[in-house]
T-cell receptor
């Protein structure tokens, strides 16, 4: 168990809908990263937050957004969902003394029908 | 842009035999290199990393990896494979702009499925 928690574990929704994925980092970690894992694209970095502020952006669609709250948990918002958004979404966290090592949560499996 | 290649989609090895999972990278500068393992329906577990120093790094569960700068490779190895090592293995690279609380976004390879045959 990495200490990173993600909810929900599974999510089934319809095209055009909006969902929110939640991530709680390991105790003491200030950085949260979001990744998408799909069969065709593999594992891709989406976005990083550090202590409440956006730090880096990757291949994140404009329909997707994220934020990190004062208690350091993070949410990834996916809107106007398309079939191709079906994937496994991971968050990872890192913290002082070991900034470079990311510890991953169990993921949220999103299925868009 | 940085990239990671894992040339083998699948590696089969007999239990008790040594295993190697290959990884090569392309990046400008001095990369940080990582190996992660993913078991079915689970998240990624950190195995080991190379930042600097000794080219041979040791990690969890008896795994080790050798950094070779001239060949831009970071192959994962284990002297004696276990059936429980069967999983999906990912090599990843990050190229932080600065140390400390910077950005260490990972670029992953496509993964190699390791099957250890009893």
């Amino acid at each position: 168990d990495s200490g990173v928690t993600q909810t929900p574990k599974h999510l089934i929704t319809a095209t055009g809908q909006r969902v929110t994925l939640r991530c709680s980092p390991r105790s003491g970690d200030l950085s949260v990263y979001w990744y998408q894992q799909s069969l065709d694209q593999g594992l891709q970095f989406l976005i990083q937050y550090y202590n409440g502020e956006e730090r880096a952006k990757g291949n994140i669609l404009e329909r997707f957004s994220a934020q990190q709250f004062p208690d350091l948990h993070s949410e990834l918002n996916l809107s106007s969902l398309e079939l191709g958004d079906s994937a496994l979404y991971f968050c990872a966290s890192s913290g002082p003394g070991d900034w470079e090592t990311q510890y991953f949560g169990p993921g949220t499996r999103l299925l868009v029908l | 842009a940085q990239s990671v290649a894992q040339p083998e989609d699948q590696v089969n090895v007999a239990e008790g035999n040594p295993l190697t999972v290959k990884c090569t990278y392309s990046v400008s500068g001095n990369p940080y290199l990582f190996w992660y393992v993913q078991y079915p329906n689970r998240g990624l577990q950190f195995l080991l990393k190379y930042i600097t120093g000794d080219n041979l790094v040791k990690g969890s569960y008896g795994f080790e990896a050798e950094f070779n700068k001239s060949q831009t490779s970071f192959h994962l190895k284990k002297p004696s494979a276990l059936v429980s090592d069967s999983a999906l293995y990912f090599c990843a690279v990050s190229l932080p702009a600065y140390s400390g609380a910077g950005s260490y976004q990972l670029t992953f390879g496509k993964g190699t499925k390791l099957s250890v045959i009893p």
